[in-house]
């Protein structure tokens, strides 16, 4: 079977990028750039190749999302390994880490990243800040593995990674910042049941009414935070009034929302507000 024929007659009619999907596909397993499908149309796989490009097309015909195939995602230009222990990291979840850096202007920071999944905040963090001190938690020691393994392909020596629940396992040291992409899509919600968060861990989607994780940790980070220390969180695309509302009732200030690039109301940030 040759390049041009795959690239013609195989169909993903799950994907809404058939042919880019195809095209990664046979990156991987030519083990060459996308360029030599280009230049080389008329190569034909070897039956290895053949057989090794069937199974993963099957996968993605099924739904599989593309970066479990891969085993690779790219969030804020570093290329971070996933697995289906880990929510793939999204495009919208780059605006935290621009809010960060546009509101933390300090050489030396302390910032924790709650629920860190794959490590995708704190890494792109500590990537743009090598001086900051970060601490990435997670629940889960399969997310941990992936999120170390992450730092160590980058280098990245300046993300400490603790198992625990939230905040619990954060020492006694206050943050200037916490953030967190908690898990906000509601139990019954009908979007969990398809494309690809149906392949993702429930653990890292799903909370019982929407809340119940976003209010542990707004409620759990108020006094780990400095008093001037920023909250920043990502929630779901109907939940910016419902969290901003909460983040009153717990004494946040200065409670900022911000919209993603699709221009819906993403992501927030309060500042702690003690002794103002
Ligand atoms: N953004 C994800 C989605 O599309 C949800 C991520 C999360 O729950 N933190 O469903």
Known sequence: ?????????????????PR????????????????????????????????????????????????????????????????????????????LVEIILSNLNREVANIADLGTGSGAIALALAYERPKWNIVATDIS????????????????????????????????KKFDVIVSNPPYVEKNDLHLQQGDVRFEPKIALEACDGFDAIKTVIMQAKNRLTSDGLLVLEHGYDQSSAVQELLLQNGYQKITPHKDLAGIY???????????
């Open 20 to 95: 880019l999907d195809l095209e990664l596909l046979l990156e991987v397993i030519l083990h060459k750039p996308r360029s030599f499908l280009y230049a080389n149309p008329e190569y034909a796989l070897t039956s290895e190749q053949k057989e090794k490009f069937e199974a993963l097309y099957r996968r993605r015909l099924h739904g599989e999302p593309l970066a479990y195939i891969l085993g690779k995602k790219e969030f804020w230009s570093l290329e971070l390994a996933v697995n289906n222990k880990v929510l793939i990291p999204r495009s919208e979840t780059e605006l």
């Open 1 to 17: 079977m040759r390049i041009a024929e795959i690239l013609k007659t195989k169909t993903l009619a799950n994907s809404t990028t």
């Open 266 to 276: 993403r992501a927030v940030v309060a500042k702690n507000g003690e002794n103002e």
């Open 141 to 172: 020691e399969d997310a941990l593995q992936v999120a170390r393994y992450n730092a160590m392909q980058l280098q990245i020596s300046n993300v400490e990674f603790c198992r625990g629940d939230w905040c619990e396992i954060l020492s006694n």
